[in-house]
């Protein structure tokens, strides 16, 4: 590890940003929406068009960082990030703020899988790539955690542009270590299979509208047809990718190599702590400011019991694993996940003891699937293969992340009558908030543990199959 600190300090520069970028921006949308004289619709364009270009794009660029170079991809992303980041200036429209931040989400397409395939690339055991993993992820996680504060302070003193710039010396410094401290692809850890052209773009239509979908449910209502349109050309391109897949000579994503049970296994994880934890975190923050009153000061340190344990629990990560097992510790964390959620859609209305519990427990075995499902995912792929194995599982959590939140908001607009960010509500309003809430909750619980049931019986599957060949070999058949 410390041999490595040069690579480390670059990828976990890499993490840093993408962590970063969305929070500290959320701070900033009021003022920007008074400068740039935008329309909330805007507004929610300029988060929107990263999260959709980065979601949308990260099987295509791990594709193509399998084929032409990790490394490669990564300082291209890495140049593209900065540049973007310093046209942030000249920004003096919303259009204009929107278009850079879509090339900061295909920045962040081309960086993130390949932080996490260069991790796994730079060590052959798998604590060290544990470790290694937990590191670069912490880093992102105090992104997170600070992101709002110092936005706010630099907001005080500053314009808006520099919660932006602030991307340029991390994209430097990303650069630098990447440069460094990693060497180039090998020729034998990369593929020259035909680039799949028509699989990329049905797979980048079908995640794009899946990640447009819950937005406009939340934003349109179950009664509007948008939603439900974006949804079944969802679906349709779904079904459309995957007999391309099957059918392709050389496919995008080779369907035989995500049925592995160790990558099956630890998409499932992956999916349920994505579903989990993005549902608790729209609920919560609803329950909080519109059902109890608090302040949204006051709301942001009711949720600092997850941040906490998220960036409090990396040097127990790999302790953990080393003691009970990859496998174990990955089924472990993803039931976490789930109790926490059924805590919160049980409990909840009893009280904030028992919200702050269900946050502990979900961030808890969020930080353990994130980093040892990512491994497993990646230990059960080709070496020519696991930038876009690692770009799945990227793409895994934006998508059931999607998903959690508009389950969570069908649900409370159906049983909840009238404006909801109204002061004042009725009996009959807050019974029905509490209802939508303990609904969810549970709703979300069954998901997340059926995707976890899921991803024991395929880890099983796993287990068997070695035990079975450890057996062949010892008898010689």
Known sequence: MREAWVAL???SAVFLFEMLDNSILNVALPTIGRELHASTIAL?????????????????FGATADRFGRRRIMLIGLVLLGAASLAT???????????????????????????????FRLFAEDSLRVRATTLISTVGLVGLAIGPTVGGFVLAIAPWQVLLLVNVPIAVLAISGVRTGIAEDEAADL???????????LGTATIVLALVAPTL???EGTGSWAPWTATAAAAVGAVLFLLRERSARHPLLDLKLVADPLVSSGLAYKAAAGLATAGLGYMVTLQLQLAWGWTPGLAAIGMLPQVVVLVAAGPFVNPFVERVGGGRAAWLGAAAVVFGLAVYGLLSSFGYVWVAIALVLVAAGMRVVGVVAAVNVLRGLPKNRISIGAALTDTATEVTSGVGIAVSGTILAAL?????A??????QQAAGFQEAVTVAGLVLTVAAAALVGWGILRTRSATDGRASTTVADATGE
Do not use: C
């Not at 850079?100 to 989400?105: D, I, L, S």
């Not at 909840?416 to 909801?420: A, K, L, P, S, V």
């Open 9 to 11: 300090a670059g990828l």
């Open 44 to 60: 929610q364009w300029a988060t929107g068009a990263y999260t959709v270009a980065f979601g949308g794009l990260m099987l295509v």
């Open 89 to 119: 200036a000249v920004v003096t429209t919303a259009e204009q703020l929107i278009a850079v931040r879509a090339v900061m989400g295909v920045a962040a397409a081309m960086t993130t899988p390949g932080a996490m395939a260069l991790a």
């Open 191 to 201: 593929h020259r299979d035909p680039v799949d052209v028509l699989g990329a773009v």
């Open 217 to 219: 449910f939340v934003n």
């Open 416 to 420: 909840f009558t009238g404006d909801i």
């Open 422 to 427: 109204t002061s004042n509500w009725s009996k």
